[in-house]
């Protein structure tokens, strides 16, 4: 007989063998640069510099929903007024910094000549400061040209005087003259006129409405300057502006500065009339205004116009002495105009359309 057959398993049981594979070096050398790297960027974030400031693009805003005015009193309209903001960032890492040098559109400047000697929140109360100011002077500057007597030219308000001069002797800045050679004085236009009438060596009197409000006179011998009586000061019109017939409020968070005047001035124009000012156009307007319509320079023009050409516009509006900055920026894409009053600026609204029926407009 045979035995029965058994099956045997002769194998020996598998074994599992772990290999541990190395990096290559060159892999741990750029995971560590990496990782250096990271940390080298990190440490810069986080190290600010105090004596630099950068000035960056912001943003645009339509004006139109910000402004609070008696809904009796104000129309509809299409087209679209806006102001222009830059992004001021007191405070920089070194990050910034570098990012700054890179970047065209950013301007990094000493940090005294935007603060001067002030800290940020003073810097930041004197910006909302402004910002008040503007809008007070815009709301009445509006005003005026559709017919509300608002706004009061009082004399003529001494700004600087030359040394070694007559004005040197007896006027202090701040002063404002108020009648001369037995005339009123109501604007800086007629008391240049007294003076153009007099000749070197004329003496020339004068009435001074001080600081303090009280009234004194003063007689002075003129100088000679290229020929013609000079009395050695830099003056502009004096104005005292009446309470408003009814409440304008400008509802903004976050910005400040002056520069929003001219394009305040024209958003009041284009609510509180009926016509279509802008004749259905998207404006960016800057610039401060002052009581008689002048338009003033402003900061970070060419950071505004890059945030413009982000944004788009049809046309923007800029004081005059800073066009070519503007243009420089934007070319041939969006229309630059440098305006150097507020009639000019309506002057170019209406050549595209607009109307500005209801407003006053000095002859051209």
Not at 29 to 35: D, H, N, S
Not at 188 to 212: C, W, Y
């Amino acid at each position: 007989m045979s035995e029965p057959t058994m099956n045997e398993n002769t194998s020996l049981p598998a074994i599992e063998v772990s290999t541990t594979r190395r990096v290559p070096g060159w892999a741990a050398i750029i995971a560590a640069v990496f990782a250096a790297s990271f940390l080298i960027v990190v440490a810069l974030d986080r190290v600010t510099i105090t004596s630099k400031v950068l000035t960056s693009p912001g943003a645009t805003r339509d004006i139109g929903p910000m402004l609070q005015v008696d809904p009796t009193k104000t129309y509809n309209a299409e087209g679209q007024i806006e102001m222009v903001t830059v992004k001021s960032n007191l405070q920089p890492s070194i990050l910034e910094l570098v990012g700054g040098w890179l970047d065209d559109s950013i301007e990094i400047s000493p940090r005294y000549e935007i603060l001067g000697d002030r800290t940020i929140e003073q810097n930041r109360t004197l910006g909302q400061e402004q910002m008040a100011r503007s809008l007070d002077v815009a709301a009445r500057v509006a005003l005026e040209r559709i017919g509300y007597d608002v706004i009061s030219e009082a004399g003529a308000l001494v700004l600087q005087i030359v040394p070694d001069t007559p004005a040197s002797q007896t006027l202090d800045r701040g002063d404002v003259i108020v009648q001369a050679e037995n005339s009123e004085v109501k604007t800086s236009r007629d008391l240049g006129e007294l003076v153009r009438a007099k000749s070197p060596g004329d003496s020339f009197s004068f009435s001074v409405l001080q600081i303090d409000g009280t009234i004194r006179n003063e007689t002075v011998t003129l100088d000679e300057r290229n020929g013609n009586a000079f009395l050695g000061v830099s003056i502009s019109t004096y104005v005292e502006m009446d309470e408003l017939p009814f409440e304008i409020d400008f509802q903004v968070e976050r910005v400040g500065g002056p520069s929003a005047g001219l394009s305040l001035t024209l958003a009041l124009l284009e609510r509180m009339l009926p016509g279509e000012l802008l004749n259905g156009l998207k404006v960016v307007a800057t610039g401060t205004v002052d009581p008689l319509g002048n338009v003033g320079a402003v900061g970070g023009v060419e950071q505004k116009s890059h945030t413009v050409m982000r944004n788009g516009a049809d046309l923007f509006l800029v004081p005059a002495g800073q066009a070519d900055q503007a243009k420089a920026v934007l070319g041939d894409m969006i229309e630059v105009i440098g305006v150097e009053t507020l009639d000019d600026a309506l002057f170019k609204l209406r050549s595209l359309g607009g109307d500005v029926s209801g407003i006053q407009l000095m002859s051209r």
